[in-house]
């Protein structure tokens, strides 16, 4: 039996930077608004044409290069994602043929914010077991393919990006991916959603005229669950492994409102240089922010061999899940 460990790690967000006063100009909105509410100055917008599998695959070649092995190297391709570039074939099978992973099979996870999570803790049971040796993971969303643009409740917090982390056995004496917690619960199901466009509400005008294709979110509900669920399942994660809050090196919570990270983190004690936030660069990007979380800290050297890292999520479903990894690189 191996652990998994994370042996590269890379992102990509579309070109097109959207400021808060770009969209103040569209919408019954402030700048001063969406910054003190949730952090957000800026977001990502993918152009006309991009899609999901595109932004994946391109977060794909770039790790790929970044860890020097071919595309025909990938065993497994786990897509977390909530907006696939159509029902299916699934965005894995798109963004195989889109990197050219020949030999790789895979399939694609909805765990709306939390799917990232859901998706490494379902991948490392596959090298755990040994089943297979380099699963590639992408957390993926093209948000804006599912929000009104003329609701400022839910336009102004979303961003398009994509991230994605490679997942291989650990060498001896490493241990990579120590334990994670994976939680759902149904009964939150209506606070945040899209209605329309499944077998409940088969795509029709009737559901196009009443808006049933975008996001629905109850924020202020969303937001009380979101503290409690993620302050839950970190301190739970924490408690039964034995480790103190000050042996982390760092923390990586989903990035959907900086007051929700801030309060997760007070509630661990965390000194605020341990936690990561991008949410003033590219908002909300749902099953992304994880990956670009670790992704971006590797690259700005916030990560060092031996680091112990949490990650945490909150998301629609409800969803929740901590994981628990030492840094390897
Ligand atoms: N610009 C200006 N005003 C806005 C606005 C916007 N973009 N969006 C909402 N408002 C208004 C509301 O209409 C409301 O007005 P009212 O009091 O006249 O009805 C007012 O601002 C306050 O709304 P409220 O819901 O109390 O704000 P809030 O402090 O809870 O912040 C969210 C709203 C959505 C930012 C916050 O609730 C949140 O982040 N929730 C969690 C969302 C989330 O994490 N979703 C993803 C889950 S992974």
Known sequence: MYNAKITATAYHVPEKVVTNQDLEKI???SDE???TRTGIRERRFAARGETTSDLAAA?????LEQRG???RDVDCIVVATITPD???PSTACLVQEKIGAKRAWGFDLSGACSG????LATASQFVHSGAYRKVLVIGADLMTSILNPKDRNTYVLFGDAAGAILLEPTRRGEQGIIDFILRCDGSGGRFLCMPGGGSLHPASHETV???MHFVHQDGRAVFKYAVQGMAEVTTDILKRNHIRASDLALFVPHQ?????????AERLGLHPSKVVRNIEDFANTTAATLPIGIAESHERRRLHKGDLVLLATFGAGFTSGSLLFRWTL
């Open 209 to 211: 005229r009443k808006n």
């Open 256 to 264: 959907a409102n900086i007051r929700i990270i801030d309060a997760v």
């Open 116 to 119: 990232f999570l859901y998706a």
């Open 27 to 29: 919408l019954d909105t």
């Open 69 to 71: 092995i071919a595309a």
């Open 86 to 88: 159509m029902f299916f």
């Open 33 to 35: 608004w969406i910054r």
């Open 59 to 63: 977060a794909s070649q770039k790790l």
